[in-house]
């Protein structure tokens, strides 16, 4: 029996280089993740060590030059997102750190590529890529992303984890703020139809 397909788009600086096909996590963000979800396995007094242990690395790796940003933020409101996921939503969600983002149409993701890359002088176009792709309906799931923005402000401003929890349940909810920001994530089996040209 075959399973139903979709047809999504993804624009690409470096998730995409040849191939048939995309890979889910390619930049392996669990990994960064991965000893949030761990430490709120064990409770909240084990996630603030590693969430201050994961800043005092993070200061120090930008301090010698060898990291751009400080991510920790970031990688702990993932792992906190994964950490609900997988405890309260196991097999009704996508992994937002195991998993493909894509745009419902082309010229949505056009526009994308254009804000997030050219247009801010990061990429050329010869840098990027457009793809159109085909999914497993099964494996697509449409989120709000404001929440997660709203996760990460919290988390830098008053580090309210109980809050970013919360948001992390509205997220896989499928609730929609006051001004949604919809991400599509898809995290099955995959197939590249075509490139589109970039002008």
Known sequence: ???????LYHYSVDSYQSGEKLINDFKKQYRFAEPFVLALQRGKECFWGTFFAAMSYSRELCALGLRKHENYIKDAVEGIFEYIRITEFPSSSASRVGCVY?????????QYLKD???DNGDFTVDQVRLLEVEVDEKTVYKYDQAFFNEASDIMEESRDLERVMELARSYYSLERSDHPLI?????????????????
């Open 1 to 7: 029996m075959n399973k139903p397909k979709r047809i």
């Open 102 to 110: 894509y745009c419902e149409s082309k010229d949505e993701a056009l």
């Open 116 to 118: 997030d890359c050219i």
């Open 183 to 199: 991400e599509v994530l898809a995290y099955g089996d995959n197939h590249i139809v075509r490139e589109i040209p970039v002008e």
